[in-house]
């Protein structure tokens, strides 16, 4: 297993993994999987300030996480929003926990003090999503913060979304500055 920084050649790849997860799920509210040259843009805007990180087995990408601004207003420089996506045959192998624990430990590096998950939630699983990523997230140490109901209209029902919260540092009177 090696995790690295992701690069614009990896776009394909890292495409092949979030496009199930637009068709088959509701874990995205997007209707439509993006282009490669899309995906690839979203990729490079990303790491102008934030990290990307793929995680590779045997030399292929099975996995990547990345962090992206939370809200573009100053006093919000230190949050990020945090996302995690898997190739679905390898879940349940440790990758996730291993890609989100490196993403972390850069966002530390950086500078970065506080990190939330924005999660589909349903009260009651069904073909399109589970308690999976609520389950993960607890496990890696993030909380409930928040919940907004019945804002994303997918498939045909409506889903809740929760934001989970870590802080992954001490919130000092002067916090240093973030590094991009």
């Known amino acids: 297993m090696l995790i690295r920084s992701a690069k614009p050649e990896d776009a394909a790849a890292l495409l092949a993994i979030y496009a199930p997860y637009v068709r088959d799920t509701a874990i995205t509210f997007e209707y439509d999987a993006p282009t490669e040259a899309e995906f690839a843009r979203r990729m490079a805007d990303t790491l ?14 099975v996995g990547y996480a990345y962090a992206g601004t939370f809200k573009a207003r100053a006093a919000y420089d230190w949050a990020v929003e945090t996302t995690i996506y898997l190739r679905r045959d390898v879940q349940g192998k ?3 926990r291993a890609l989100y624990t490196a993403l972390e430990e850069e966002l530390r590096r950086r500078h970065f003090l506080n990190a939330y998950a924005c999660i589909t939630w349903a ?17 890696m140490g993030y909380c409930l913060c928040g919940t907004f109901h019945q804002c994303g209209y997918k498939f045909g029902r409506w889903y809740d979304m929760i934001w989970m919260e870590k802080h992954l540092g ?11």
Request: net charge negative; with cysteine.
């Open 170 to 180: 001490e919130h000092t009177k002067m916090p240093e500055q973030v590094i991009p």
């Open 94 to 96: 440790g990758y996730g």
């Open 48 to 61: 102008k300030k934030h990290p990307y990180l793929v995680l590779e087995d045997r030399g292929e990408a």
């Open 123 to 139: 009260e009651q699983e069904d073909e399109y999503i589970t308690h999976a990523s609520p389950c993960f997230h607890e496990r």
